[in-house]
């Protein structure tokens, strides 16, 4: 029986990643968290960091701003000799409650908001594999 290997990671968007009017962050920021995932999805699968070769579907679903959390996961859904076929979402869990005279309010979200999808496939030298890794 095969165990499937998951990732997930939440971080806070800070302004620092806003990069629009309206403290908007770019989409290419759930892109390279789904990188970071990726890279941990091979360690634990491979023992190496490997390297992302192609995204074959990104959907951009709903707005991220600063502030907001963000839960990124992924899965690895498929391994070739060398080659691991994952999938990523990412997720709004908490947003600012934008509640005049108290900047610092916030509001964990009923139901998460998936703001981004994406599929694509990464690669591990076979020469670099050294086994699952838990």
Same mark, same amino acid.
């Given at each position: ?16 990643? /806003? ?5 908007? #962050? ?9 990188? $970071? ?26 707005? #991220? ?12 859904? /498929? ?13 709004? #869990? ?12 916030? $509001? ?9 999808? /994406? ?16």
């Amino acid at each position: 029986m095969t165990t499937e290997i998951t990732s997930l990671i939440r971080l806070r968007m800070g302004s620092h990643d /806003a990069h629009y009017a309206g403290e908007l #962050v770019d989409g290419a920021r759930m892109l390279q968290l789904f990188g $970071d995932v990726a890279t941990e999805l091979l360690i634990r699968s491979d023992g190496d960091e490997g390297l992302f070769v192609a995204y074959d579907q990104v959907e951009f679903l709903a707005p #991220v701003h600063a502030g907001d959390y963000i839960e990124a996961r992924g899965r690895i859904v /498929a391994m070739g000799r060398t080659s691991r076929r994952m999938e990523f979402e990412a997720r709004k #869990v908490i947003s600012p409650a934008r509640i005049p005279g108290q900047v610092s309010a916030a $509001d964990v979200l009923a139901e998460p908001v998936v703001v981004c999808r /994406a599929s694509g496939t990464c690669v591990v030298p076979a020469d670099c594999q050294r086994g699952q890794q838990g």
